[in-house]
Nanobody
Framework: QVQLVESGGGLVQAGGSLRLSCAAS????????MGWFRQAPGKEREFVTA????????FYADSVKGRFTTSRDNAKNTVYLQMNSLKPEDTAVYYC?????????????????WGQGTQVTVSS
């Protein structure tokens, strides 16, 4: 079992930045692949980024590439999502997700564990 707790959401103006954190517990974090998804009102939950524990480079959705960066601190059992140049269309609830898979995917069905989500609102 893995427990995930996100933090860092809030209200920001367009062009601003936020950093989300996701603290994990319950499983060896160093062998857990971590991902971020988001869900806007009335829309499906969509993939944002994922980073494998085997050291592969993270990959990103086209909509956030070049603006968002994920990183992980294995000593703190925490994964981060740095979001820069935020746009109103980035407004959503952001979810941290975890899987035991070595190679992460873009489908939410591939992730076994989920956090409760944190709201990000970008005003124009």
């Amino acid at each position: 079992q893995v427990q995930l707790v996100e933090s860092g959401g809030g209200l920001v103006q367009a062009g601003g930045s936020l950093r989300l954190s996701c603290a994990a517990s319950g499983r060896t974090f160093g062998s857990t692949t971590m991902g971020w998804f988001r869900q806007a009102p009335g829309k499906e939950r969509e993939f944002v980024t994922a980073a494998s524990w085997i050291g592969l480079s993270p990959f990103y959705a086209d909509s956030v590439k070049g603006r968002f960066t994920t990183s992980r601190d294995n000593a703190k059992n925490t994964v981060y999502l740095q979001m820069n140049s935020l746009k109103p269309e980035d407004t959503a609830v952001y979810y941290c997700a975890a899987t035991t898979r070595r190679i992460p995917g873009r489908s939410k069905g591939e992730y076994e564990y989920w956090g409760q989500g944190t709201q990000v609102t970008v005003s124009s």
